[in-house]
């Protein structure tokens, strides 16, 4: 049994091998032309000075070939992977078809290589040198975001425009691409979009997780520094634990405090020990002076 699939799956494997060999590719070489024999780009792609659409085919037809190839010396397989049946180069996809080589070469010049960068030194046909999506922005800036308007002025809005990193734990790990490369989200999104869900009272699972109001006081003693990222002032932390009044439990003991002339219970001697703990919530910095409500009387 196991002869019988292990035959398959090679016959499988050296028939989609077979079919591939016959499939044509184009054999050429960018490097070649352009840097050593000094071709220019629009000299093989005049069409591109006119094209206004990406459905024009812009690669260059035999007769540019011609214009320094030998029509009757060159053979076939120069250029032609398969030369029995000879096909044109691969076309792209997910593109819509009114993009305009016309208007970009009018705007930046007629330097290619702005936005094909490499493609003069590749020796073959495998990728197709588009710009970055960085370098498109240095024009058309990511202000988009959700509504996908800027990516609609090139891309079929069919096409999936989900990056590849966003998969089922991205909304909780897309804090670890983002620290290590800082412009990665501004590609589509706004900074508002970002604190629009990590700023402000929101302690609920749209953020943090489930039950987070009870537990981030152990998260806030471990790292304090981890909550100021987003709430970046202290008044965060006093304003919500005095409207809650979410208070340590030294507070609530019956001696606390007192109006006894010479003694103010318990408070008065934590003050004295660590004033320093006190004025991590009754700071006039953040708040009213506390203190000065019983003792400025």
């Given amino acids: 049994m196991m002869n019988r699939w292990f035959f398959l799956f090679v016959s499988i494997f050296i028939l989609a091998r077979f079919l591939q060999a016959q499939e044509d590719q184009i054999i050429f070489s960018h490097k070649f032309h352009v840097m050593e024999q000094e071709i220019g780009c629009l ?8 094209s206004e659409s990406q459905t024009d085919v812009l690669t260059p037809d035999m007769r540019t070939c011609y214009n320094c190839h030998d029509e009757d010396e060159t053979p076939c397989a120069a250029c032609h992977a398969n030369a029995d049946e000879p096909g044109i180069g691969r076309r792209l996809k997910g593109f819509k ?7 970009h070469l009018n705007k930046k010049g007629t330097n290619c290589l702005l936005c094909h ?8 046909e495998k990728e197709f040198h588009l710009p970055s999506r960085e ?3 240095s024009c058309h800036p990511a202000d988009y975001g959700e509504n996908k308007v800027q990516c609609l002025t090139c891309h079929e809005a069919n ?6 990193t966003h998969r089922l ?3 909780k790990d897309h804090g ?15 900074n508002s979009y970002c604190t629009n869900c990590h700023e402000g009272d929101n302690l609920d699972r749209k953020t943090h997780p489930l039950n987070y109001r009870f537990t981030h006081g152990l998260a806030a003693k471990g790292n304090k520094e981890n909550c100021l990222t987003c709430h970046q002032e202290f008044a965060f932390c006093v304003d919500c634990h005095r409207r809650e009044r979410v208070m340590p439990k030294n507070h609530s003991l019956p001696l606390w405090s007192n109006r006894i002339k010479g003694d103010g219970g318990e408070h008065a001697r934590e003050a004295q020990i660590d004033f320093d703990t ?6 006039d910095a953040y708040t009213d002076v506390v203190c000065t409500t019983c003792h400025g009387q």
């Fill in 43 to 50: 000299d093989c792609h005049q069409k591109a000075m006119e």
């Fill in 97 to 103: 078809s009114r993009f305009p080589h016309k208007m």
């Fill in 117 to 124: 960068k490499g493609v003069e030194s590749s020796t073959g």
């Fill in 135 to 137: 370098f498109c922005n």
């Fill in 159 to 164: 096409m999936n425009f989900t990056p590849v």
């Fill in 169 to 171: 734990n991205w909304v």
């Fill in 176 to 190: 670890i691409v983002q620290q290590q490369d800082e412009n990665s989200c501004s590609h589509c999104h706004k």
């Fill in 278 to 283: 006190c004025m991590s919530c009754h700071n």
